[in-house]
């Protein structure tokens, strides 16, 4: 790491490098090969990639901040938002990671089809000047309550105790873009860095069939009006590649950058109570103990014991209606089960059943309500054409989004439904076998247990008798209806359904012969689909209504004439030792300037009515200085 310092040289004949002298300042020694490197906009921080495809944050004295592992997918451009809190990393699987500059907690993941070449995040303060600009105010927080802590056994390894500051804090007084450009032509523009308003092909004229098309630098002007891009078109076959200026105007952006950037924040908002919905039922999953399937099995095997047209609930019924059993249920009883199994599997159920009801009733519930207000927000947005018309918001898929909410809150009241039904019944049933193993091996029976065991538990005995061991359908991996919950919790249709009387709404709507998919206020129940099915139905429905603006957008941009700036040539051209790690591109007015590296720099100037462009290239020697002898223009 050094210093530079610029010696200031009047005697210095044109053509000849200025001088600069460099002092040291430390010397350390890297982890790895170092592959990108970037300073923060504050100059104090350092992201850095390796060869091993891992990431890494350091300080000016080179003190690590925090570093993340190695993954497969390469990484392969870096950016900074302009006020240094967030730092934006692609990679060659299409992804890119939005991460918290403080701890390096992934704040938005975007995930696109092809390979990331290049990133860009720009800041261009309000127009507080221009009168049709209306400021939009986020007051959720003075109508939502904080959601509940997700608490696991373990934190770090599942990631959870960063879900509430998953999201990304906008900016306030600025509007910020990040341009991301990828392998096959394409820009991304990501308002805010989280929310995808638009998918821009800027591909390099007569682009044909197998060509690739490196997006190798992006920028957006400062007025909002200009976005360009440095495309480095090749054809694999003929080994040739061209060096061309793309330049596309996009004057919807600087009309409704204010809407673009509410939109922006609804979208982060939601983004991350899906985030926080999904760590909800990992933590519940996790929660959840599997131990009734090992009475399952047990109770299964000794089914086969018994006579044709025998069932395991007759032989429980008879002993509950008389007090007998038979040896053969005797020796199960005391040798298989045991009094001991029976109290665990029943404390375990209890605790196991209980910390999912938690999640359900607390966090789940209040993400439900808080997805609500969002996405009705995002809705009364949709149906305010004057401002957000032209952004192709739609109504009717906001209107899917809302009634999918709607079903998974059904889905979750239902599980609740369940935990409560099953946690009385199994209750009142582990407690009566209990008492009948401690008799059976005639060992004193607690006094507390005996004065519980009254006529209403014996009540729900018979009926968790009956119901829960009954024979399973078709396909499930139980012998019998013991367990209910853990079927919500994974990604496939529900095995037990259990039959449920109509409630009072759906009677209405039966008596009146009314369809509650065509009423947008009445929520449709799914009876077969799990918890987890309906949360990705809900995430698949929500991106597909926030991704009907990229078309509507992406008409908007008008593109200008392109520019070459180097000629297609081929073998070890030109255009092979341009490094887009080290250039640069600014916009300004009816100027491009574009440095491809220290020794570069072209120049473009371009007219709106004539259409007529020139580019200018020179050659830097040292510190920026022209060589006129080494211009050339070019018109079109």
């Not at 907690?105 to 290049?118: D, E, K, Q, Y």
């Not at 199994?341 to 159920?349: P, Q």
């Amino acid at each position: 790491m050094m210093d530079c310092e610029q010696d200031a040289d009047e005697g210095v004949s044109e053509g000849e490098a200025e001088t600069l002298s460099y002092r040291q300042r430390l010397e350390k020694q890297a982890s790895g090969d170092l592959v990108l490197m970037q300073w923060s906009p504050t100059m104090d921080l350092l992201a850095a990639t390796f060869a091993d495809n891992s990431v890494m944050v350091n300080r000016l004295s080179w003190q690590r901040v925090w570093t993340i592992p190695a993954e497969e997918s390469r990484p392969t451009s870096l950016a900074w938002r302009p006020d240094g809190k967030v730092l934006a990393v692609g990679r060659s699987d299409g992804r890119v990671d939005v991460l918290s500059v403080e701890d390096g907690h992934r704040l938005h993941t975007h995930t696109f089809t092809h390979p990331i070449a290049s990133l860009h995040w720009m800041v261009q303060e309000e127009c507080s000047a221009d009168s049709d600009h209306v400021q939009y105010t986020d007051r959720s927080l003075s109508f939502l309550p904080p959601l509940p802590s997700l608490e696991t056994n373990d934190e770090v390894d599942t990631g959870v105790q960063s879900t509430q500051q998953r999201q990304v804090k906008p900016l306030t007084k600025e509007v910020d873009v990040l341009l991301a450009g990828n392998k096959e032509g394409t820009v991304h523009v990501c308002i805010g860095g989280v929310f995808c308003a638009t998918d821009v092909d800027i591909r390099a004229p007569a682009t044909e069939e197998g060509e690739e098309n490196h997006v190798m630098i992006t920028c957006l002007s400062r007025d909002l009006r200009l976005l360009s891009a440095v495309v480095l078109n090749f054809d694999p076959h003929r080994q040739k590649s061209a060096l061309y200026l793309q330049v596309m105007s996009v004057d919807l952006i600087r009309e409704r950058y204010c809407e673009l950037q509410h939109l922006s924040l609804l979208y982060s908002h939601v983004s991350s109570l899906l985030h926080y919905t999904s760590d909800t039922l990992r933590c519940m999953t996790e929660a959840w103990e599997d131990v009734l399937l090992t009475m399952d099995i047990k109770l299964a095997k000794y089914s086969t014991t018994l006579k044709e047209g025998a069932s395991v609930a007759d032989e429980l019924l008879v002993l509950l209606a008389c007090g007998r059993a038979r040896s053969e249920l005797r020796d199960f009883l005391l040798d298989e089960l045991t009094a001991k199994g029976v109290k665990k599997i029943g404390l375990s159920l209890e605790t196991s059943y209980t910390r999912v009801r938690k999640y359900s009733l607390n966090c789940l519930s209040s993400v439900i309500q808080a997805l609500q207000f969002h996405l009705g927000e995002v809705l009364g947005m949709a149906r305010w054409k004057e401002r957000f018309g032209n952004l192709g918001i739609s109504t009717d898929s906001l209107q899917v989004c809302i009634k999918s909410l709607g079903t998974f809150a059904l889905k979750n009241q239902e599980l609740q439904s369940v935990i409560d039904e099953s946690l009385k019944s199994m209750k009142s049933f582990f407690m009566w076998i209990y008492v009948v193993i401690l008799k059976l091996g005639e060992e004193p029976v607690p006094s507390n247990m005996k004065q519980h065991l009254n006529a209403e538990e014996l009540k729900l005995v018979v009926h968790f008798l009956k119901k829960r061991l009954a024979k399973s359908a078709a396909g499930s991996s139980q012998s019998f209806n013991l367990e209910l919950v853990g079927q919500y919790l994974v990604d496939e249709d529900l095995k037990i359904v259990e039959e449920k009387q109509p409630s009072f709404w759906e009677r209405l709507l039966q008596e009146a012969e009314l369809d509650s998919n065509a009423i947008p206020w009445l929520f449709s129940p799914s009876p077969v689909k799990s918890l987890l099915q309906l949360l990705n139905s809900l995430v698949r429905d929500v991106a597909a209504a926030f991704a009907t603006t990229k078309e509507t957008i992406c008409q908007t941009f008008t593109p200008k004439p392109s520019v070459p700036l180097l000629p297609s040539t081929t073998g070890d051209s030109e255009v092979s030792k341009i490094d887009s790690k080290i250039g640069e591109l600014v916009c300004e007015g009816k100027r491009c300037v574009y440095y491809p590296s220290a020794r570069d720099l072209f120049l473009v100037v371009y007219g709106d009515e004539t259409q007529q462009m020139r580019c200018c290239r020179a050659c830097v020697r040292g510190v920026p200085g022209l060589a006129d002898q080494e211009k050339r223009c070019l018109s079109y």
